[in-house]
C-alpha cells in the first residue's frame, strides 16, 4: 500500500524558513505530477506548487519567489522549501501525488501542520 508521509512541519516567526518533506512518491507508478497543498481552517485545499514528471515545476501566485520544490534524483523524496514566512502560510500542508497507472488516482499525504505567527 502507497504511503506518502509528510515531515518537517512546525511552528516559526514570521520571516523564518521551514522545508517540508515527503517520502513515499518513489513508490508510485507513472507519476504525471507531484506537489504540496494547504488547507487552512475554513478555507478550501489549494495548490501550493507542484512539480511534473519532466521536472517542470508550478506555483502558486503566493509561493513564488519564496518557496522552491525539488525532488531527489530517485524522485522517492520530495521537498518544499519555504522562506520569508508569512502568517497567511499558517495551514495544513499535504503531500500529493497524481498517477496515470491504470487506474489513474490521486495519493495524499496525512498533512503536517505549518504554523507562522507575527
Known amino acids: 500500500q502507497v504511503q506518502l508521509v509528510e515531515s518537517g512541519g512546525g511552528s516559526v516567526q514570521s520571516g523564518g524558513s521551514l522545508r517540508l518533506s515527503c517520502a513515499g512518491p518513489?513508490?508510485?507508478?507513472?507519476?504525471?505530477?507531484m506537489g504540496w497543498y494547504r488547507q487552512a481552517p475554513g478555507s478550501e485545499r489549494e495548490l501550493v506548487a507542484n512539480?511534473?514528471?519532466?521536472?517542470?515545476?508550478n506555483y502558486a501566485d503566493s509561493a513564488k519567489g519564496r518557496f522552491t520544490i525539488s525532488r531527489d534524483n530517485a524522485g522517492n523524496t520530495m521537498y518544499l522549501q519555504m522562506n520569508s514566512l508569512k502568517p497567511e502560510a499558517t495551514a495544513v500542508y499535504y503531500c500529493h501525488v497524481y498517477s496515470a497507472y491504470r487506474p489513474p488516482q490521486n495519493y495524499w499525504g496525512q498533512g503536517t501542520q505549518v504554523t507562522v505567527s507575527s
Open positions: 512539480i511534473r514528471d519532466g521536472g517542470t515545476t
Open positions: 518513489g513508490s508510485i507508478f507513472s507519476i504525471v505530477t
